[in-house]
């Protein structure tokens, strides 16, 4: 299996644009996060969706940022306008969705806004 | 509100010898807990997982360690090898909850 596939691996925008970064989960999971990782918070839980309806977006920071799983095999989280302190590592990663199933992550996106 | 806390930002440990990563929780509805590896570049991958209902997990050289009364866990590398440095993060969920809330890592460095 191909694992967690994310894209792009690097961006680098300025501030005010749009950015969009995309996930494919591992084929068979139906279960899919979005992390942040920061310095200063470390990993941060931004949104999850279970087969594809999002159950807990309490993470997800303001209304700048926007996540949607339109099939099981794809997921978008989209920041609308951008700016610096948005810049970090984002994480997708995915899972079978039981209680305690370990979760797989992709390589991450490293955004950078200047 | 960090309510997985590792306040070990880094760590170094010479080859060989016993590396100890920490890790203390609050909420005390937390009942699993995982820790996590990551390499530069790559994402997190899964090391090592313990239930609540158990004090300790042994997968090789590596052993989680948990505390429930000081709301603690510990993992403990032994021999610690050039491979193991890397970021380690703790993370716990809640019972019926599939969410991971993650630590912010400790950076592992072995010297050969």
């Known amino acids: 299996d191909a694992g967690v596939i994310q894209s792009p691996r690097h961006e680098v925008t300025e501030m005010g644009q749009e950015v969009t970064l995309r996930c494919k989960p591992i084929?068979?999971?139906?279960?899919l996060f979005w992390y942040r990782q920061t310095m200063m918070r470390g990993l941060e839980l931004l949104i999850y969706f279970n087969n594809n309806v999002p159950i807990d977006d309490s993470g997800m920071p303001e209304d700048r940022f926007s996540a949607k799983m339109p099939n099981a095999s794809f997921s978008t989280l989209k920041i609308q306008p951008s700016e610096p302190r948005d810049s970090a590592v984002y994480f997708c990663?995915?899972?079978?969705?039981?209680?305690?199933?370990?979760?797989?992550f992709g390589s991450g996106t490293q955004l950078s806004v200047l | 509100d960090q309510q997985v806390k590792q306040n070990s930002p880094s760590l170094s440990v010479q080859e060989g010898r016993i590396s100890i990563l920490n890790c203390d929780y609050t909420n005390s509805m937390f009942d699993y807990f995982l820790w996590y590896k990551k390499y530069p570049a790559e994402g997190p991958t899964f090391l090592i997982s313990?239930?609540?209902?158990?004090d300790k997990n042994e997968d090789g050289r590596f052993t989680v360690f948990l505390n429930k009364s000081a709301k603690h866990l510990s993992l403990h590398i032994v021999p610690s090898q050039p491979g193991d440095s890397a970021v380690y993060f703790c993370?716990?969920?809640?019972?019926?909850?599939?969410?991971?809330?993650f630590g912010t890592g400790t950076r592992l460095t072995i010297i050969p």
């Open positions: 084929s068979g999971h139906n279960s």
């Open positions: 313990i239930s609540s209902i158990k």
């Open positions: 993370a716990a969920s809640r019972h019926g909850n599939e969410k991971l809330t």
């Open positions: 990663a995915s899972s079978i969705g039981r209680l305690n199933e370990k979760l797989f």
